[in-house]
């Protein structure tokens, strides 16, 4: 099952190379990463979406946790929780279908934050599921080039999952 | 008073409480050796290798449990340190080891003797500094030995570019380590060990597995307090040995791969298995899927990472194995309060019976050298009271199997990544931390030529380091693998032709060289060696047939065990068909 962790981790040189080691050296998955730093300049936050049975996902959380710059493991696949992931699109539309993309893009309440003669660059913000339709409608009208930042997600106030 | 890092260095090894450093010097240290050299209190020992530094400090380290220190120089030096590291980091032994760095400015520009060491090192040490402004040296140092020596032990390294060393700051040692971050969990959940208590006083073939964690929470006596309250048999892994009393009623040796009989039948027949220090290693489970299948299983253990890693678990308990079993006998004595000495009768007895059905031995010989002989022989004439190293293979097995480990922090062998050359200068740092105890390093002809250049370390040091090569003329234990999986077919393990004469090797270092090529040497041979207060090679020249077993093939349950008998007997069933 696909899970997304939220670890916070003192802001110093070498910790994301900790991170990444830690998965690669144990043969975890990382589907995506993405790192930041919190209001606390010396804290980052990391979102890393990793896949794997409930043994393993054990494992990878306490494996962060024992890592010493590591300060807290949240798996966010356990509480009610928000994701986003942005991605950019540059789409290169047929003269017929140039309106179509921009149609697409609205519905999507996507922006289009750069155009040229032959393209469109669409900014997308959701979660996984409109950001998989989005791709999909575009994908006919010739996607150039993709970009995507890697899920970001927060838990929400004071609701547990049962 | 402003100060250099080089004597920040000095200063804060000296309020750890240091007094050996096992280094070598280069370029970038040399800062730091020119004040060492006029030092009193702290002295670093030159080694002939920097492998054989970051060994000694681990040899130091397992002897007393204090943290082990070692300093080298940049690039070649650094990278030399990195099997020592990773020795260390797989058993969880505390060192803090040293590299010097190019200075700050050249980090990154492939400078001469650059190596990234912090990179490098990170996968294998606990945690990894480098150090960037001489202001942080004296708490990085403070907390680098607080992790090392906390928690679950390990290594850790700090990267000192040559600058580091020169620039001056005050000297400013703090009281206390505080790490938001880093805080080991050392009491047990009580309810969990409420559990654990009543599931004892239930369990018909309950059996405890120690490992190498009640060594270095210094918990035997616990456990000893526990097995004979509970009259539980005890099994010891490698790393485990002596921890309990080899030599005790409840003892049932070493499991696993290479372990007894009767320790691997009562673990697959079990219905508890209290583990304690442990980490179910794939050497002692065998077959995973086939490991103790009708046993619940109690997990303490200090690294929440390891329970439930490689088995399941039904009461983990996480924390520190000597407060742990403090508060399980506790709720034993005070709660449980069963009379033991009936329920466990019939488990007593039916182990027992195993015991005799297949007790360890081997074939004595009076004229050919046995090894087990050799080690058996060792055990008498020390009594026990000795600090055993090992090499890694056949001679380290041996040496688990036939020398009754009755105390703790007597045994040192690298047993999580199996490493040759380890046991010689782990033996050299041990002399360093008890120079009038008897530390012997059983060795392999193969092993022992990994780290000889140390035998200058130890001659110059007036180290009275004993080393019986068991001399088989052969990379031994891989050789036992050919002989018995890959059709005898012997592809670079013969080392005959090229065995050096080691009785020359030893006396060309200044030290004393024995040999024994038949049974009768034997105790002879060890008699004088213990008897000389110098460095002693004893060469054994024993049987190259001779493997160890039992033996658990790679991948089969820990009862599918192939014993030295009916190997024997199958070898002529398949001659006799050819
Ligand atoms: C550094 C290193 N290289 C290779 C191995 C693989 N290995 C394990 S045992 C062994 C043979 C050891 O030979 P020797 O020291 O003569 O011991 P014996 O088994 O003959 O007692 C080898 C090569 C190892 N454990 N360590
Ligand atoms: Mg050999």
Same mark, same amino acid.
């Given at each position: 099952m696909r899970h997304t962790i939220s670890v916070l981790v003192e802001n110093k040189f070498g910790v994301l190379s900790r991170i990444s080691g830690l998965?690669? #050296?144990?043969?975890?998955?990382?589907?995506?990463?993405?790192?930041?730093?919190?209001?606390? %300049?010396? /804290?980052?936050?990391?979102?890393?979406?990793?896949?794997?049975?409930?043994?393993?996902?054990?494992?990878?959380?306490?494996?962060?946790?024992?890592?010493?710059?590591?300060? *807290?493991?949240?798996?966010?696949?356990?509480?009610?929780?928000?994701?986003?992931?942005?991605?950019?699109? *540059?789409?290169? %539309?047929?003269?017929?279908?140039?309106?179509?993309?921009?149609?697409?893009?609205?519905?999507?309440?996507?922006?289009?934050?750069?155009?040229?003669?032959?393209t469109y660059t669409i900014e997308i913000t959701g979660d996984e599921k409109k950001i998989a339709a989005i791709v999909e409608l575009l994908k006919p009208m010739g996607i150039k080039e993709f970009v995507r930042t890697g899920k970001i997600a927060i838990s929400r106030e004071g609701i547990k999952r049962p | 008073m402003k100060i250099s890092g080089a004597e920040i260095f000095i200063e804060s090894l000296k309020k750890e409480g240091v007094k050996y450093i096992f280094g070598y010097p280069g370029g970038v240290v040399l800062n730091i050796f020119d004040f060492l050299h006029d030092e009193k209190d702290l002295q670093l020992i030159l080694t002939r290798h920097e492998q054989g530094a970051v060994h000694a400090a681990d040899g130091f380290a397992r002897a007393t449990g204090k943290a082990g220190v070692a300093l080298v120089t940049s690039g070649p030096g650094a990278t030399n340190t990195v099997t020592g590291i990773a020795t260390a980091s797989m058993d969880s032994i505390p060192l803090v080891v040293f590299s010097g760095q190019v200075p700050t400015l050249l980090i990154g520009n492939d400078a001469f003797q650059e190596a990234d060491i912090v990179g490098i090192t990170r996968p294998c040490t606990k945690y990894n500094y480098l150090v960037k402004d001489v202001k942080d040296l004296a708490a990085i140092i403070k907390e680098a030995f607080y992790i090392a020596t906390t928690g679950r032990p390990g290594p850790v390294l700090i990267d000192l570019p040559k600058d580091v060393t020169s620039a001056k700051a005050d000297f400013v040692w703090p009281d206390t380590v505080e790490m938001r971050t880093y805080k080991p969990t050392y009491e047990g959940n009580r309810y969990m060990i409420n559990q654990a208590a009543h599931m004892i006083a239930k369990a018909k073939k309950p059996v405890i597995i120690a490992g190498g964690g009640v060594i270095s929470s210094g918990a035997s006596k616990e456990l000893k307090e526990l097995a004979e309250h509970t009259d539980i048999p005890v099994t010891m892994t490698l790393m485990g040995l002596g921890a309990f009393p080899g030599s005790h009623k409840l003892s049932l040796g070493m499991p696993g791969m290479h372990g007894t009989y009767y320790a691997n039948k009562a673990i697959q027949d079990s219905d508890l298995l209290v583990a304690v220090g442990m980490r179910f290693d794939d050497r002692v489970t065998g077959k995973i899927s086939a490991f103790a299948p009708n046993a619940k299983i109690v997990h303490v253990d200090i690294d929440p990472t390891s329970i439930r890693k490689n088995v399941r678990v039904d009461v983990p308990i996480v924390g520190d194995v000597k407060k742990v079993l403090q508060t399980m006998n506790k709720v034993l004595k005070e709660e449980v309060k069963e009379q033991w000495g009936e329920v466990r009768k019939a488990w007593l007895k039916q182990i027992n019976a195993w015991k005799t059905e297949r007790p360890m031995s081997y074939e004595k010989d009076t004229d050919i050298i046995k090894p087990q002989y050799v080690i058996e022989k060792i055990h008498e004439l020390t009594r026990g009271d000795a600090i055993i190293a090992t090499e890694v293979g056949q001679n380290q097995m041996w040496t688990a199997q036939f020398y009754k480990f009755d105390k703790p922090r007597t045994l040192l062998t690298s047993g999580g990544l199996g490493t040759m050359g380890y046991g010689f200068p782990a033996a050299i740092g041990a002399q360093f931390a008890f120079p009038n105890k008897l530390v012997i390093d059983v060795a392999g002809d193969g092993s022992i030529q990994m780290n000889i250049q140390e035998l200058a370390t130890a001659v110059i040091n007036k180290l009275p380091v004993k080393v019986a090569i068991l001399n088989n003329r052969f990379l031994g234990m891989v050789r036992q693998w050919q002989e018995l999986f890959y059709q005898e077919r012997y592809a670079h393990t013969k080392l005959e032709e090229t065995i050096p004469d080691f009785v020359k090797? $030893?006396?060309?270092? #200044? $030290?004393?060289?024995?040999?024994?090529?038949?049974?009768?040497?034997?105790?002879?041979?060890? *008699?004088? $060696?213990?008897?000389?207060?110098?460095? /002693?090679?004893?060469?054994?020249?024993?049987?190259? *047939?001779?493997?160890?077993?039992?033996?658990? %093939? $790679?991948?089969?349950?820990?009862?599918?065990?192939?014993?030295?008998?009916?190997?024997?007997?199958?070898?002529?069933?398949?001659?006799?068909?050819?």
């Open positions: 998965f690669s #050296g144990r043969g975890y998955n990382i589907e995506s990463l993405s790192v930041g730093e919190t209001i606390d %300049p010396q /804290v980052s936050v990391m979102t890393i979406v990793t896949i794997g049975d409930d043994w393993i996902i054990e494992q990878i959380t306490k494996q962060l946790n024992k890592l010493i710059d590591v300060i *807290k493991v949240v798996d966010m696949t356990e509480l009610d929780h928000v994701e986003r992931e942005m991605v950019m699109i *540059k789409v290169a %539309p047929r003269q017929e279908d140039k309106a179509e993309v921009l149609r697409i893009a609205e519905i999507f309440r996507g922006r289009v934050v750069d155009s040229s003669q032959k | 090797i $030893a006396e060309a270092y #200044g $030290a004393v060289g024995l040999r024994a090529t038949k049974s009768s040497e034997v105790e002879p041979v060890l *008699k004088e $060696a213990f008897s000389i207060r110098k460095t /002693v090679f004893m060469d054994f020249v024993i049987d190259w *047939k001779e493997k160890v077993y039992p033996m658990v %093939p $790679a991948g089969a349950a820990i009862d599918e065990m192939l014993f030295r008998e009916e190997t024997k007997k199958s070898e002529k069933k398949l001659k006799a068909v050819k």
